[in-house]
């Protein structure tokens, strides 16, 4: 099977900024690609950052799932603080709209980001392709696997998900829109989600000590997406982790309040066996890996699944 022999010492290579026309935005969608040197039939995840990060966030996933065997492609939503959009640009408003479409232009351009990356063409698998986010990009990436914004009278919006998207990695998904805080209400609107038709199969992962500004509730807010969508989940919560779970936005990154070399690592271990398997059905890396977090002497968190 592709990657399954590859290890944390291969070769990657990553190419940026590679451009996506993008009519429409205002500016044309700059993404980094990721990818190892060599090997083919290569799956596709495509990561959505933060609030305010970049394609040059995310280091600790986007190189060593790279290094396993996956052709990672970050994209730059309009709220990176690389653009410097001032918060009375017209498109504020709709940040989150651009960044599903990111997304899907991604998709779309996957055969234009294989050819600008010298030495990728022909090797990916286009039919093999995951999602992943961190905070709001889980969220933008969440819209993909089905789940919706909900309008002020509660009534679901439009069906984003997208077909090719065959598995999600969700980290630190922003929960249900009951209990937001005033300041959320007024300034975040589109996050009122619907989990329920989030049918997609997918990896979510919470902090047991993420407190967020945005709710009044505490951290088991960000098991939501987990508890309230159907289909095939899995549930990762992390022991003492906050919003940054670790560090995984970056090395030595100020917003990282949880610094934790080994939660970052065993986070690297089982995203990457989760996409694995959840992209090559008969793969049971993510079996063994779950067994080995259960059976640990001193366990960094626990897995359910449903």
Do not use: C
């Not at 996409?275 to 063994?288: F, I, N, V």
């Amino acid at each position: 099977m592709p990657g399954t022999s590859l290890s944390d010492s291969t070769t990657v290579i990553s190419a940026k900024p590679v451009v996506l026309p993008a009519p429409g935005r205002g500016e044309d969608l700059q993404v980094r690609v990721s990818a190892p040197a060599t090997g083919g039939d290569l799956p596709v995840v495509v990561f959505s950052h933060g609030f305010g990060w970049s394609m040059n966030g995310y280091a600790p996933l986007a190189d060593h799932w790279a290094a396993q065997g996956f052709v990672v492609v970050q994209p730059t939503h309009l709220d990176s603080r690389t653009l410097g959009l001032p918060p009375e640009d017209p498109r504020t408003p709709r940040i989150w709209r651009f960044r599903i479409e990111d997304l899907k232009r991604v998709l779309d351009g996957l055969d234009v980001l294989e050819a600008s990356v010298p030495g990728l063409a022909g090797r990916l698998d286009p039919d093999r392709v995951a999602v992943a986010g961190h905070s709001w990009g889980a969220q933008t990436a969440g819209t993909l696997l089905g789940a919706r914004v909900l309008d002020s009278d509660g009534v679901p919006g439009e069906d984003l998900s997208d077909p090719r998207v065959k598995a999600g990695v969700l980290l630190a998904m922003a929960g249900l829109g009951d209990d937001l805080t005033p300041f959320a209400v007024e300034h975040l609107p589109f996050m009122r989600p619907s989990f329920a038709t989030m049918t997609t199969p997918a990896l979510i992962v919470a902090g047991d000590h993420d407190d967020s500004a945005l709710t009044t509730r505490g951290p088991d807010w960000f098991t939501d997406p987990y508890t309230y969508s159907p289909g095939n989940k899995s549930l990762l919560t992390l022991f003492g982790a906050e919003h940054s779970l670790g560090g995984i936005p970056g090395y030595e990154v100020a917003e990282t309040t949880d610094e934790s070399p080994a939660r970052v690592a065993l986070l690297q271990r089982l995203t990457t066996a989760y996409l694995r398997s959840a992209l090559h059905p008969g793969d049971t890396g993510w079996k063994a890996a779950a067994v080995a977090l259960e059976e640990g002497p001193e366990p960094l968190g626990k897995l359910q699944s449903k």
